[in-house]
Each structure stands twice: as structure tokens, then as C-alpha cells.
């Protein structure tokens, strides 16, 4: 950090396994990356090309050479994996992050319905081509699963494989573990967090309201998701008590003297 300040919750250290920040990459430039790295490669841990978004980005290939000879892992949104199984192209699906040196993959079922057994068979053998994130929950606001549901689907799927499991929100945080407003769905992430280890979990949390609960419950190093690439800054400040919101979280009540 830039100067020593007292009573800063520790942050895990790159390559980090947990604290993790992924953000969502909806379609900027290549000379917009290269100004998002620099201001914030520090802080991030992967990168999203969101939804389908690579598929029509120009220039792909040349974007995704400016995040590897950064080393950021980035991987493409779970909805393109969904449009090409729709279409029975899974085995094109994998000769594409092979051909872009893509070597993180993301499954989901957000979009379609895919037989359990049958998702995590792809989780199982997409991990022989790289490291796999596994989403779970719809992207149908009126699909709502039990927490029960929640807790069986990832730790299968984290049994198929899958790294990490990524807990649904949509870019807008308005589904999945939030309700149409963005409020958290709070019993239900709790009783997830009785039987999934937090560490194992990527939280969707787009919006502010959402990273500050998950600081308030897990801690400086919880892992979300969906950040925005200007939010980054932003929020690692949040998360060692440097924003208004989470101000006091760290400190020594005791030590305070205001």
C-alpha cells in the first residue's frame, strides 16, 4: 500500500485461492483494458468476458493476448457455453477456448435446463482442459430453489470438479440469491454457508449494498463476483475499511479515539 495505516484487516496475497475479485469484462477496448489493468491488476483475480459478449467483440484474439501477458486468468461468460450446447457444439465449444488459450471455463444452466447429472458429467470433463467454475441458480426471477436445492447442487458439482461455484445474480444482481429489488436473499445465503465452504463460493455481488453485506458476514476476504472494472478500486477499499461504509468494521473499538 502507498502509506502504513494501523489496524488494516490482512488481505490474501496474489495468486490468491480466496478474497478473490472477478470482474465482469461486458465489451471494452483494447486500449480500455490496458487502462483498467494498470489501474487495477493488482486487485483482481479473473476476468469474465461477459455473457456472450466475445463473440461479436472485434479484435478478440488481440484482447485476450493484453490479459495473458498481464497473467490474468479471464474466461467467457457461462451463457455462450449454454448457446453452444443448445446447439449440440460442445466439442466446438472446447476447440475454441483451446484455439484463444482460454484454460478457465465456466458451467452454467442459468439460461437452460440441463439435467444435474448431465452438468456435472460436463464439470467432470472439462476439468481435463482447465480450471472450471460452475454457476448455480437461474436467471428466471420466478424459478426460486429452496436453500436445500442450492446446497445439494454445489457440493455436487464441486464434487464433479468444479473449483469454485458461483452463486447466480445476473449482471444486475436482481436474481438468484437477491430478490427483484437487490436485497440478499440473507436465510438463504446463510444456510448455504452451513454446509459450502465460504471459500469455495464466488458471490455475484454487482452492487454496493451487496459486496457490503458480504464483507459485514464473511470478511475482507470474501469472494464476489460481477464487479464492474471502475468498481474495483472502489471496492477494495471497502473491503480494509477505507469507505464509509465499512469504516469502523476493523478497528479497535478501544484504540478509537473519535
Excluded at 500500500?1 to 465489451?27: C, E, H, W, Y
Excluded at 445474480?169 to 436465510?187: H, L, M
Aim: glycine share 8%; hydrophobic share 40%; charged share 25%.
Amino acid at each position: 500500500m502507498n502509506f502504513n495505516l494501523s489496524q488494516i484487516p490482512a488481505r490474501t496475497p496474489k495468486p490468491r485461492n480466496a478474497g478473490l475479485t472477478m470482474v465482469m469484462d461486458k465489451g471494452l477496448s483494447i486500449n480500455e483494458v490496458k487502462n483498467f489493468l494498470e489501474a487495477s491488476d493488482p486487485h483482481v483475480d479473473i476476468v469474465k468476458l461477459g455473457f456472450g459478449t466475445s463473440f461479436v467483440t472485434p479484435k478478440l484474439r488481440e484482447k485476450i493476448e493484453v490479459y495473458k501477458n498481464a497473467g490474468m486468468p479471464l474466461y467467457f461468460g457461462g451463457t455462450l457455453f449454454e448457446a453452444f450446447l443448445i446447439r449440440n457444439q460442445f466439442e466446438d465449444y472446447i476447440a475454441v477456448c483451446k484455439d484463444y488459450g482460454i484454460d478457465y471455463m465456466e458451467v452454467s444452466d442459468g439460461s437452460i435446463t440441463i439435467p444435474h447429472a448431465e452438468k456435472c458429467g460436463y464439470i467432470e470433463k472439462m476439468t481435463k482442459y482447465g480450471t472450471v467454475l460452475s454457476e448455480v441458480g437461474s436467471k428466471d426471477a420466478e424459478h426460486i430453489m429452496p436453500p436445500y436445492k442450492w446446497i445439494e447442487l454445489m457440493r455436487a458439482e464441486l464434487e464433479a470438479g468444479a473449483s469454485y461455484v458461483i452463486a447466480e445474480a445476473r449482471e444486475a444482481g436482481n436474481v438468484g440469491i437477491y430478490r427483484g429489488s437487490g436485497e440478499v436473499r440473507e436465510g438463504l445465503v446463510q444456510e448455504i454457508l452451513t454446509q459450502i465452504p465460504e471459500e469455495k463460493i464466488i458471490w455475484e455481488a454487482p452492487q454496493k449494498a451487496q459486496q457490503l453485506y458480504f464483507l459485514e458476514l464473511i470478511g475482507c476476504n470474501v469472494n464476489l463476483g460481477n464487479i464492474a472494472p471502475n468498481e474495483v478500486i472502489p471496492l477494495e477499499a471497502m473491503r480494509i475499511g477505507l469507505r464509509g461504509d465499512t469504516f469502523r468494521l476493523y478497528l479497535d473499538k478501544d484504540k478509537a479515539i473519535y
